[in-house]
T-cell receptor, first 115, second 114 residues
Framework: DAGITQSPRYKITETGRQVTLMCHQTWSHSYMFWYRQDLGHGLRLIYY???????DKGEVPDGYVVSRSKTENFPLTLESATRSQTSVYFC??????????????FGPGTRLTVL | AQSVSQHNHHVILSEAASLELGCNYSYGGTVNLFWYVQYPGQHLQLLLK??????LVKGIKGFEAEFIKSKFSFNLRKPSVQWSDTAEYFC????????????FGAGTRLAVHP
């Protein structure tokens, strides 16, 4: 089915471990985004990508790394997980638009717990 | 820096009550405005959006929002809520021409009691 998927849906890891969250979209959208959702903060942008091999930092990028070798995939890596990175992570994508009014479509989220 | 404020963090209503959720943003230029909804255990879905034209925007499931430029506001309304409207609601702003980076408010949790 077409859409945006994330894996895993749930992940428990330990402090200091590397973790990669996967995001895949079937629409060939140019833009992709990673957000984290924390109580009281809403969603905050971690990184975004305007196209393959083009990425840029968002509001809270520290401790995260992204890559975009293919248009449809946008993995997010926590290089050395910390407890403060316990959160729900959402991937999103949208069509190319010069004006930016197209909606973003969100994946189902990954609930990450760092012990 | 741009920011979005949602005034109510938790709202509890009975079915058939009217709903208004406040949203204010801080940015002096052209903006695009969105309301997203997140039902329990689900991902975010778009309720409605405003980018130009009529400041009164109608969305899905009977929701509407009014953009008041002079007040930097984009409040969400529904005349009669249902139990199925129980969800978290997020207001979001994107700066026109700014890669559509969405800036979200902290969210409002709505609980509707039968």
């Amino acid at each position: 089915d077409a859409g945006i998927t994330q894996s895993p849906r749930y992940k428990i890891t330990e402090t200091g471990r590397q973790v990669t969250l996967m995001c895949h979209q079937t629409w060939s959208h140019s833009y992709m985004f990673w957000y984290r959702q924390d109580l009281g903060h809403g969603l905050r942008l971690i990184y975004y990508s305007a196209a393959a091999d083009i990425t840029d930092k968002g509001e809270v990028p520290d401790g995260y790394v992204v890559s975009r070798s293919k248009t449809e995939n946008f993995p997010l890596t926590l290089e050395s997980a910390t407890r403060s990175q316990t959160s729900v992570y959402f991937c999103a994508s949208r069509e190319t638009s010069g004006d930016g009014y197209n909606e973003q479509f969100f994946g189902p989220g990954t609930r990450l717990t760092v012990l | 820096a741009q920011s979005v404020s949602q005034h109510n963090h938790h709202v509890i209503l009975s079915e058939a009550a009217s709903l208004e959720l406040g949203c204010n943003y801080s940015y002096g230029g052209t903006v695009n405005l969105f309301w997203y909804v997140q039902y329990p255990g689900q991902h975010l879905q778009l309720l409605l959006k405003y980018f130009s034209g009529d400041p009164l925007v109608k969305g899905i499931k009977g929701f509407e929002a009014e953009f008041i430029k002079s007040k930097f506001s984009f409040n969400l309304r529904k005349p009669s809520v249902q139990w199925s409207d129980t969800a978290e609601y997020f207001c979001a702003v994107s700066i026109s021409g700014g890669y559509n980076k969405l800036i979200f408010g902290a969210g409002t949790r709505l609980a509707v009691h039968p």
